[in-house]
T-cell receptor, first 113, second 115 residues
Framework: GESVGLHLPTLSVQEGDNSIINCAYSNSASDYFIWYKQESGKGPQFIIDIRSNMDKRQGQRVTVLLNKTVKHLSLQIAATQPGDSAVYFCARMTTDSWGKLQFGAGTQVVVTP | NAGVTQTPKFQVLKTGQSMTLQCAQDMNHEYMSWYRQDPGMGLRLIHYSVGAGITDQGEVPNGYNVSRSTTEDFPLRLLSAAPSQTSVYFC??????????????FGEGSRLTVL
């Protein structure tokens, strides 16, 4: 069936370095791929999304890349800061199932000084 | 602007008890949904609604009921709690497909323990 999965459960990054979080998906019919950040004890917080007709989208210190050929999605965080320590989820949604997110298991990002 | 508000934040139940998790949003969003999050896992969709009076099942609906009598509120009911329902529950809301982004706004979560 359709799925959204992450490659690594934990990513350790030194403060100031760039972080790359990867995600694989199995169905190219998705209209939206979305990255969420979840800090301990809080609800998921929207970071950035990308439509399936795009390859790249940039936000503040974040870039999402979508490779439809290999069905791979990545989130790049520039100059990682201690406040970036959190669990990051990729999720997918289609216009046929708007508001119904399918989440991956998450990657724990740990920023070390 | 409160966004999505969930109550209670914490609840302990005994097996067989019933309760309702409340969710309210003040953004006039049509779409609302409930997710559960278990340790080491992503969020899984329980039920969702595309507008007042319209609800549908998600991935893990068994043991839960919902209703949507107003745009603002989307309560989740556990009729007979089971230990397998111990989890953190998140309510979310969003605008429709015509919106600029696909962002869902999440509440802070309700942590439920069933003994």
């Amino acid at each position: 069936g359709e799925s959204v999965g992450l490659h690594l459960p934990t990513l350790s990054v030194q403060e100031g370095d760039n972080s790359i979080i990867n995600c694989a998906y199995s169905n190219s019919a998705s209209d939206y791929f979305i990255w969420y950040k979840q800090e301990s004890g809080k609800g998921p917080q929207f970071i950035i999304d990308i439509r399936s007709n795009m390859d790249k989208r940039q936000g503040q210190r974040v870039t999402v890349l979508l490779n439809k050929t290999v069905k791979h999605l990545s989130l790049q965080i520039a100059a990682t800061q201690p406040g970036d320590s959190a669990v990051y989820f990729c999720a997918r949604m289609t216009t046929d199932s708007w508001g119904k997110l399918q989440f991956g298991a998450g990657t724990q990002v740990v920023v070390t000084p | 602007n409160a966004g999505v508000t969930q109550t209670p934040k914490f609840q302990v139940l005994k097996t067989g008890q019933s309760m309702t998790l409340q969710c309210a949003q003040d953004m006039n969003h049509e779409y609302m949904s409930w997710y559960r999050q278990d340790p080491g896992m992503g969020l899984r969709l329980i039920h969702y609604s595309v507008g007042a009076g319209i609800t549908d099942q998600g991935e893990v609906p068994n043991g839960y009921n919902v209703s949507r009598s107003t745009t603002e509120d989307f309560p989740l009911r556990l009729l007979s709690a089971a230990p397998s329902q111990t989890s953190v529950y998140f309510c979310a809301s969003s605008g429709g497909p015509g919106d600029i982004t696909g962002e869902l706004f999440f509440g802070e979560g309700s942590r439920l323990t069933v003994l």
